[in-house]
C-alpha cells in the first residue's frame, strides 16, 4: 500500500452530507494525496464512514486516525478490515488507538487501567478470529495510534507501523528510533495559513484546546521537554506549545515544519488545515498541492 509522502487528516468531512464528503475524496484524489485520514469520536463510526469515502477517488487510501478499540469488539473491527480490504484493495489503511480516558470511561463506560493491555488483547482478537467470507487479495494494512516507546514498539512488532498525532518533529525523531527502519512512520502536522502572531495562534488554539486537557498528550509533551509547565497547558496552550504543536504562517513556513519531520524520519505527514470556520478546506487542500507539485495519482514528483 502506497500512501505516498503527503496526506490530509480532517474531521470536517464529517460534517457535510456524506455525498459531498465523497466528492471531495474525490478531488483530494485528484490533487494528488496519497491519503485521507479521518477521525473516530462523536461523528460518523470509523469503517462505514470509511466505506462511504472509499466511494470517491480511485487511488487515494482511507485511513481512520483513529478508530477506537472500545468501539467495538476484536471481531467485528478484524471482520470490517477485511470486508473494505477486500472491496477496495490497497485503499483502506485501519488505525487503530486506545483512545483517552475521558471518552473511554466517561462517554463509552469502560475500563482504561490497562490501555496496553487492552490493545496488545485486541489485536490477538483480530488476528484469531475467524471470518468465512470472501478474502482479500492484497495484505491487510494496519497501523496504531502510539506516543510511548511500548505503544510503538507494539506498532513496529504487530502492525504495519504508527500513527503519532499532536507531535513536533522532535518525536518523530524518537519515535523512528523506536520503530527501526521499515515500518510505516505517518504523522499528523496541524496547520494554519495566517501570517499575523495573534491572528494565527487564536486560530491554533481552537485545535489545541481540544487536546491540551487531555493527559496521553499532555505527559508525552512533558518527556519531550521538561521545562513545560502547567502553564503552558492552560487556555488552549501557550505561545511556545501552541508554535511548537501547530506549523503557521505562509506556505513555505508551513511546509518547512511538513519537511522537518520528513527529514526526522517520517514516511507521510497528513496535514490537519485548521481554520476560524467549521467549512471544509478546500481551497487550502488545493493551495498545499499546488506548492508541493502532487501528481494526480497519489504521490508527490
Known sequence: MDIGKYGIWTF?????????SVEHVCELDELGFGAVWVPE??????????????????????????ASIWGRDAMAAGAAHRTLAEAYPDRFLLGLGVSHQPMVE???????????SAMSSYLDGMDTAPFLAAPASTELQRVLAALGPKMLGLARDRAAGAHPYFVPPEHTVRAR????????????????????????????????????????YV???????????????????SDRLVDRIVAWGTMDTVLARVQAHLDAGADHVCMQVIEDSLDVPVGAWRDISSALGLTAVGVSQ
Open 41 to 66: 469520536a462523536f461523528g460518523r463510526e470509523a469503517f462505514t464512514g470509511a466505506a462511504l469515502l472509499l466511494r470517491g477517488g480511485t487511488d487515494i487510501v482511507v485511513a481512520t486516525g483513529i
Open 12 to 20: 470536517n468531512l464529517d460534517l457535510v452530507p456524506s455525498a459531498q
Open 219 to 237: 505527559n508525552n509533551l512533558r518527556k519531550l521537554d521538561p521545562t513545560l509547565t502547567e502553564e503552558d497547558f492552560a487556555h488552549g496552550g
Open 106 to 116: 466517561g462517554v463509552r463506560g469502560h475500563d482504561y487501567s490497562k490501555p496496553f
Open 177 to 216: 528510533a523506536t520503530l527501526g527502519q521499515g515500518p510505516l512512520l505517518a504523522v499528523e502536522q496541524a496547520v494554519v495559513f495566517e501570517t499575523d502572531p495573534a491572528r494565527a495562534r487564536e486560530v491554533a488554539r481552537t485545535h489545541t484546546r481540544i487536546y491540551t486537557g487531555l493527559p496521553n
